[in-house]
Structures are given as C-alpha cells and as structure tokens.
C-alpha cells in the first residue's frame, strides 16, 4: 500500500510540474512580464499612442496575456497623480515603464532610475530637453513640423498676421516648441502672441485675452493642458470667428480647421517595437537611441473651414486628407 501512495505522490508532482511549466507562456517559460503605462491625460494623441504601443508589441510577436501584462494608469492631467502612478509602478517592479507624454516619461524615469527599470518614452517632443536622451530610457520624439505648418496656414490665411499660442510653461515640450515659432514666424511673415500657462483651469481665459488682443488664429501645439480642454477652446474662437489650427489629426476631427501633423498610431507602433525588443532582451535602453518621427500628413476639416470663410487652394487640397469627424 505504502508503495502505490509513494507512486501517487510521484505522478502527482509530475502533473504539478507540467502544470506550472504550461502557465509559463510562449517564452520558454519565462513569466509573464508586466509594463507599467502611465498615460499623462485622456485626449486623442496620447490614447492613440496607447493603442500603437500596443499594437507594436503584438506586431513584434508577443502577445499580451501571454508575454505580457499591462498596468495602464491615466494621471488625469494631475501631476501629483502622475508622480504617484510612476512610483507605484516601481513600487510593485514592473518590468518596464512606458511613459506618454513629457510630464509621464519623466516622472517614470525619475521612479525607475534607483532600481534601473527600464523606461520608454512617446510623445515627448524634445527628449534632451527633458533630460530623457541617457540612462535607461529611450523611445519616441514628436517634434512637430513648424516650418510645414506656417506654410500651411500662410497659404489658407494669405493676410494674416498673428498667431495666437497657449501653452504649460512646465511642459518641456511646449516650451521647446514656443521657441521654435517665435524663432521661425517671420520668414513667413507672422508675429506670435504667446501665453503662457500653469494649469488647465486657465486656458480659457487665456483664450479670452488672445481674442481680445486681435490675434487673427490660434494654433495649438501638443501641449497636454490645452488639448485637453479643445472643445471649450473651440466654443469661444467659433463664436468669435478666428480660426484654431491643430497639431494633429485628432484636433482637426475635433474642430480645427486643419494641420500639419504626425500620425500618433504609428509613433506609438514604432515605440511599441521598441519596446519589445528590449522585453526580449535583444538590447537595453540605453544602447537604443530615441527615435524622430518627421514624416507627417495635411490634415483639413471642410466643414470647419467653410465656417471660417476659408477657401482651400488646390495645392494643398491635391495634398490633404478630410478629417472631419464621422
């Protein structure tokens, strides 16, 4: 008897082992590994970049439930939220970080840096900047085309003079891009009427003061804040009738009138396939440079700009995809 129960015993822990080895995924056993996303706010670029992220991991081969697990957290546009996400990531050792948005990739690589966690960034649109060119950290750049889009709007605002911006005096990239307008408008012969904000509480009424000041457009960037609240933007300038160029696809289906922008899906593709390479261990952060998306596509909303009393020249049209929402 004692023999059978020791044979019982044996072929039980046999089953167990099995058992265990089968949960174990496709990676040779390996557990199933968890990335830690921290989602600066809810709008439409930075939910695309999620939904590219994701869809690059799986295009790379692994597979989520399997190869991997996903913590998504949304700080709400709340940086105190934000810092409590990326610490509680390191907190729990996930086994990457992925970071949307400045303010995100550079509270999770202040959290990751003492347990060298290993964190990529997306949509961040100046990188060095923002301190996330060394180290454990690598990923995405968002530089918007400024050049293309002063081009674009000189050519559907022939007389147009200025252009009114609003953006996050703390968001890195807002003020990188700032710069960048103030140092370009006039070769196209434009002057920016900038304001700068601290939060998102406040850009209304900065919409209010650029109104009040004639600026003849406004033109977003993809300042977190601002887009944030797009629809109260859009409310005020339609009443007033100045038109508001985005940044992105996703602003013109909301309302703006058109832009010169990047495809945020793919950013977050390519920033997926990024990722999975270091998941897989075929390379590190920190011997993968960041990447820069230039390439970029003529958005126009038609309904929006018949509002404006803005003919499209056929140079542009010929190049333009309609965006309006469905």
Do not use: W
Request: hydrophobic share 40%.
């Amino acid at each position: 008897m004692k023999k059978y129960k020791k044979i019982i015993c044996i072929g039980l822990c046999l089953l167990l082992t099995l058992s265990l080895a089968a949960c174990g995924g496709s990676g040779g056993g390996d557990r199933i590994k968890t990335i830690g996303i921290d989602q600066y706010g809810e709008h439409g670029s930075l939910d695309n970049c999620r939904i590219g992220f994701l869809q690059g991991l799986e295009e790379a081969g692994l597979k989520e439930g399997v190869d991997f697990k996903v913590d998504y957290q949304n700080a709400q546009f709340d940086d105190n939220i934000n810092t409590q996400i990326a610490a509680s990531f390191a907190a729990n050792n996930v086994d990457l970080m992925c970071g949307i948005a400045t303010p995100s990739a550079v509270a999770c690589f202040s959290a990751a840096e003492d347990k060298n966690i290993p964190v990529i960034f997306t949509a961040i649109s100046d990188p060095v900047q923002a301190g996330l060119d060394s180290g454990n950290v690598t990923g995405t750049s968002d530089k918007l085309p400024v050049e293309a889009q002063l081009d674009l709007i000189r050519q559907l605002q022939p007389e147009a003079k200025t252009i009114g911006i609003i953006y996050t005096t703390s968001e890195l990239n807002s003020v990188s891009t700032i710069a960048e307008y103030q140092a370009r408008a006039g070769d196209y012969g434009f002057t920016v009427e900038a304001i700068g904000v601290t939060a998102q509480a406040e850009v209304t009424q900065a919409v209010d003061t650029l109104l009040s000041r004639g600026v003849d457009l406004f033109n977003n960037l993809t300042d977190n804040n601002v887009v944030g609240v797009l629809p109260a933007i859009l409310e005020k300038t339609n009443e007033a009738g100045v038109p508001v160029y985005g940044s992105e696809v996703e602003q013109v289906k909301l309302g703006c009138v058109a832009a010169a922008g990047i495809d945020y899906l793919q950013l977050g593709r390519q920033t997926g396939a990024m990722a999975a390479r270091v998941l897989k261990g075929e390379t590190t952060c920190d011997a993968l440079p960041f990447e820069t998306i230039s390439e970029y596509g003529i958005y126009v909303n038609s309904a929006a700009l018949a509002e404006m009393n803005i003919v499209l020249p056929t140079a542009v049209a010929e190049k333009a995809v309609e965006a309006s929402q469905s």
